[in-house]
């Protein structure tokens, strides 16, 4: 099975290694974004962003700091598992995480618009002790993950893949932040102060030639921004104004897109824009997105002044108005996930 790549992979230039051509969406360097750059080049970065998010809704990001070899470790272990008999993969299964919603679903077993995805994975999201009062309170998609007893070192590899990324997204929020006109730290101040941390491991078996067996059909991230790892495969379709174009990997790069909060922050001014997958690679494919969304009781109003100031008028891909949305993020979440897992939410929501 390809492992993610972990070598650099974009010059100054913005060109593609060995294609001599420019990256399909935009490659945005964050690195001003990390620590205390300079004013101007965060203020650079947000401009970026901003044509990113305004055009096409996902980028590249290089200069994360995610170390190369964590990255690379996941993608081994990840494979460890998959190649797993079913039977024990099964033993960590969703239904036995309960509340949490964590765990291992089989190739079919996930649903997009109703209809059963070619892909099998594991969900995970904050580790949470049985003491923390959400848990006490039985919050659902809270509390502690499930990890396979045969592949030990998939779990502190997960941990840290969470704290790496949780990181790096809240330095990416600084910088959609600035491109809203609004002060850097508002996100992590306000509705990322206490995040929603969702974290997902896809393998995808490739996809019968000449089928329409999408890994996962088209749809929209629920929450504010997704920051995608993926290995050699290729696969990813992104869905822009001129109609639906690959998203290769990159190496080096983690893809980023804006999800539906953020597209009702803004009043459509950001649009979360409809992405699919499709793996005709002959071999499995492995993905890593990482959600980090508003915190599960805030609510998401829209922003005032600039950041709402535009509607171009274009129809979701669902024909949903976000702007129609009213309550708590937890309500949004929980609403969208009950219909990929149908069964879970009978046997856990009631």
């Not at 909060?261 to 492995?286: K, Q």
Request: aromatic share 10%; hydrophobic share 40%; with cysteine.
């Amino acid at each position: 099975m390809p492992v993610v790549a972990a070598a650099a992979g974009i010059g100054q230039d913005g060109l593609v290694p060995g294609s001599g051509g420019p990256a399909v969406l935009p490659v945005i360097d964050v690195r001003p974004l990390l620590g205390r750059g300079p004013g101007a080049a965060r203020a650079d970065v947000a401009g970026q962003i901003q044509a990113a998010c305004r055009q096409r809704g996902f980028f590249y990001v290089t200069g994360h700091g995610v170390p190369a070899g964590l990255v690379a470790d996941l993608a081994s272990a990840s494979a460890e598992f998959f190649a797993l008999p079913l039977a024990d993969k099964l033993e960590i299964s969703m239904e036995r995480g309960g509340r949490a919603w964590r765990g291992y679903f089989p190739v079919g077993g996930e649903l997009t618009s109703g209809r059963p995805d070619l892909k099998e994975g594991l969900y995970f999201g904050a580790e949470l002790p049985d003491y923390d009062p959400r848990v006490l309170a039985g919050v659902p998609l809270h509390g502690r993950n499930l990890f396979p007893r045969q592949v030990p070192r998939l779990r502190p590899l997960v941990l840290a893949y969470l704290d790496a990324l949780t990181s790096l997204g809240q330095a990416v929020l600084t910088g959609v932040a600035l491109s809203l006109g609004l002060d850097g730290g508002y996100f992590a101040t306000g509705y990322t102060a206490d995040p929603t941390i969702l974290f997902r491991i896809f393998h995808y078996p490739p996809s019968p030639p000449r089928t329409r067996d999408w890994g996962v059909g088209e749809h929209t991230d629920y929450g504010l921004v997704t920051l995608l790892a993926q290995d050699d495969s290729g696969g990813l379709q992104v869905a822009v104004p001129e109609g639906w174009i690959d998203a290769p990997p990159i190496p080096g790069t983690l893809v980023c897109n804006i999800g539906d909060m953020l597209d009702r922050l803004t009043g459509g001014w950001y649009r979360s824009t409809p992405h699919r997958v499709r793996n005709l690679s002959g071999h499995g494919r492995l993905s890593f997105p990482f959600f980090l969304d508003p915190g599960f009781a805030a609510e998401v109003p829209p922003l005032p002044d600039r950041a709402a100031a535009a509607d171009d008028g274009r129809r979701r891909w669902d024909g949903q108005d976000l702007r129609a949305f009213t309550g708590t993020y937890g309500d949004y979440l929980l609403g969208k996930v009950s219909k990929v897992f149908p069964q879970l939410r009978r046997d856990v929501l009631g």
